[in-house]
């Protein structure tokens, strides 16, 4: 009670501190452009935009501004260039919907650019026909929520990506839909980014892509059916939690590609049906638990240059290939974890099986040898050199060993995400 | 000929062996649906018992088959029968009966298990029909062999290693000649090679109407094209006609001209 009233109190104070107006734009109001609205609204105002279809482009908020919609107004674009760019501190956008984005092979037109801006709110948009939906441009402090952005993108040169983050950090992206575009997120130079909880699914390249971005972290994510699920590629201390990657499955298709990422921890994750479920290169230091990894072609590839990673508590069920290897050399602990295709025994009955697992057959060696090989998947003489393999190791990474399968699958709690 | 055929059918439908073929196949049907009762990953458990059982049961029953009723096929010549319709008429029978015993063996379990309203029924059709064709081929393959050979034991010992070599051998030297010319694009060699083997032939045909079709893809364009689009199937398909074909044609041309 005392600190509902105590609210009351602060927002009494703010509205008579601030005096914030409302400007109605509709097509038979006095002000029948949002353009005109944003010229002659103070700061702090408020523009309500009721339902209409709207002809406009290169719209420039300046001042800090609420824009709201009221039952989903359209601004189209008409394919003519950017839409909606926020230069000003503390702009809101809500309930918009905004098409025909021009396209450009020399300019990334927007739907909503922000520039240079701080404490920025972008909500409950549509975004539909664009080239880039939401870019943010050394922007900070800002939350990006319930934003559904749907393109239809054919072809990775000529489309541009959903979300798109550049030098800009502490932003929050929770909630949103990205479907159909080249990258659903894009991150470059971004540090301490929260994607929670967005559904990532149809896009050409990348469900998301981070680069050159620190610290971030990425929770109850859905990715699904794009070109690759997620790649990480030259950055540090990724967290990667409860995520859902699945069916990017085709002829190059990664559930989760990193390269050269060092320290980060991957716990709790889905990957059902990939084509590869994680492919590693240069990365180091990271921590895999507790993740699932369901009918996957390889559960995981690693391509070299990875030391010190530790696999613990994963489930590994029913992948055609639980781990594929290049290289005879291992610095990497593979302990506790469930392998679906174990065959030991547990006498002692401790939930630990008796004798070690060795998670790289040899047909998978041979595979990443000579790829062509892989036309006898499935074949009786591989099953047989693989059992021979498996009794005498010749060619696999003498100490990858699971000295301590688990006999039966790690039940994950599914920890809730904050909503 | 078809009075032949109709003959050596029901004296094989009549012997015990082609029940307890039939009982195999019924009883490896129901267990693998009791054990894991998901059609479609029955159906993939089910190929890697069919391209290896499939083949060396059409052998080994083709080569028996032939010697046992060699006495019978020797009172047949004597008869006004065109020799090649005495021998194609046996074979229809043997390979018939075989086909028959697999493709109810396996159907009554599986319609029982609700196929109809599966998804599963594409593959699984195409599971029986490959079961279908390596039981023709192997069992023509099994009779040229026993026609070319009079001593039983050398016949028996030909036809076992024809399995062995088409079954594992092949396979092992194809996996050393595509590691030794690792080098060179091996892609169009692969696939060549698959096709002169009828076990091979029938594995990738199963794989590729399975999802797994996209791991092969991975490895380049050729790969893709083929195991992406219909022409793979469509190949296979005519491959496994000639693989059929050719052993009948030589099995009619080589009794037309033995004396016996």
């Known amino acids: ?419 | 000929m078809i009075k032949i055929l109709k003959y050596s059918f029901y004296d094989l439908m009549r012997s015990r062996w082609s029940y307890v073929y039939f009982l195999f196949y019924l009883l490896l049907g129901f267990v693998l649906l009791f054990l894991n009762n998901d059609l479609s990953k029955a159906v993939i458990t089910l190929m890697n018992v069919i391209i290896v059982l499939v083949p060396l049961i059409g052998t080994i029953f083709g080569v028996m088959y032939f010697y046992n009723s060699k006495e019978f096929t020797e009172l047949l010549l004597a008869q006004p029968i065109k020799r090649s319709s005495i021998f194609i008429g046996q074979y229809l029978g043997v390979a018939g009966s075989l086909s028959m015993s697999l493709v109810l063996g396996l159907g009554i379990p599986f319609v029982m298990y609700g196929l109809f309203e599966s998804n599963a029924i594409w593959d699984f059709s195409l599971l029986l029909i490959t079961g279908a064709f390596l039981t023709l081929i192997f069992t023509a393959l099994s009779f040229n062999i026993a026609l070319s050979n009079e001593n039983k034991i050398k016949g028996f010992g030909y036809a076992v290693l024809m399995w062995l070599f088409l079954a594992v051998i092949y396979d092992g030297l194809f996996l050393m000649s595509l590691i030794v010319f690792e080098q060179y694009p091996l892609d169009s060699f692969s696939l060549a090679a698959t096709m002169f083997n009828p076990i091979d032939l029938s594995r990738t045909l199963i794989l590729l109407k399975l999802d797994i079709s996209a791991l092969l893809g991975y490895t380049g364009a050729v790969f893709k094209q083929f195991f992406g689009t219909y022409i793979g199937v469509v190949i296979s398909f005519v491959m496994l006609g000639f693989w059929t074909l050719l052993p009948i044609l030589r099995l009619s041309f080589k009794a037309k001209r033995k004396d016996f």
């Open chain 1, 1 to 419: 009670m005392r600190t509902l009233l105590l609210l009351f109190c602060a927002l009494l104070f703010l509205g008579n501190s601030l005096k914030a107006n409302t400007i109605t734009v509709c097509a038979s109001c006095e002000v029948n452009s949002i353009k005109e609205g944003v010229r002659i609204a103070a700061d702090f105002d408020t523009l309500l935009i009721k339902k209409g279809t709207y002809k406009e482009f290169n719209i420039r908020i300046d001042k800090p501004l609420t824009l709201l919609g009221e039952n989903n107004p359209v601004i189209d674009g008409q394919e003519k260039g950017e839409i909606i760019t926020i230069v000003s501190d503390n702009v809101t956008l809500d309930g918009l919907v905004i098409v025909n984005v021009g396209t450009s092979y020399t300019a990334d037109y927007a739907a909503v650019r922000v520039v240079k801006s701080a404490d920025f709110l972008i909500q409950n948009l549509v975004l539909e026909k664009l080239f880039f939906g939401i870019y943010l441009e050394k922007s900070n402090n800002g939350k990006i929520y319930r934003n559904k952005i749907k393109g239809d993108a054919v072809d990775e040169y000529n489309s541009g990506n959903g979300i798109q983050l550049w030098y800009s950090k502490n932003i929050v992206v929770e909630q949103n839909t990205v479907q159909q575009v080249r990258d659903g997120i894009y991150l470059e130079f971004s540090d301490n980014i929260s994607i929670i909880n967005n559904i990532s699914s149809k896009n050409l390249r990348y469900g998301l892509h981070f680069m050159f971005s620190n610290d971030d972290l990425y929770e109850g994510n859905t990715f699904e059916n794009n070109g690759a699920g997620v790649a990480v590629m030259f950055s540090k201390k990724i967290k990667m939690r409860n995520n859902t990657f699945k069916k990017n499955w085709g002829t190059a298709s990664f559930g989760l590609l990193l390269k050269e990422i060092n320290d980060a921890d991957i716990s709790g994750n889905t990957f059902e049906e990939n084509t590869i479920g994680i492919n590693i290169e240069g990365s180091n230091r990271i921590n895999y638990n507790n993740n699932n990894f369901i009918k996957n072609g390889w559960a995981i590839k690693v391509r070299g240059a990875c030391y010190t990673n530790t696999f613990m508590h994963n489930n590994f069920m029913y992948n055609s290939f639980d781990i594929a290897y290049n290289s005879n050399l291992n610095d990497n602990i593979f302990k506790e974890n469930y392998w679906s295709n174990y065959t030991g025994y547990d006498l002692d009955k401790n939930g630990f099986g008796d004798i070690p697992y060795r998670p790289v057959k040899l047909f998978s060696y041979i595979v990443n040898r000579t790829p062509e090989t892989i036309i006898l998947l499935r074949s009786l003489f591989m099953d047989i050199i693989d059992f021979s393999e498996k009794v005498s190791p010749v060619f696999t990474p003498d100490d990858l060993v699971d000295s301590h399968p688990l006999m039966k699958p790690v039940v994950r709690e599914n920890k809730i995400v904050k909503k």
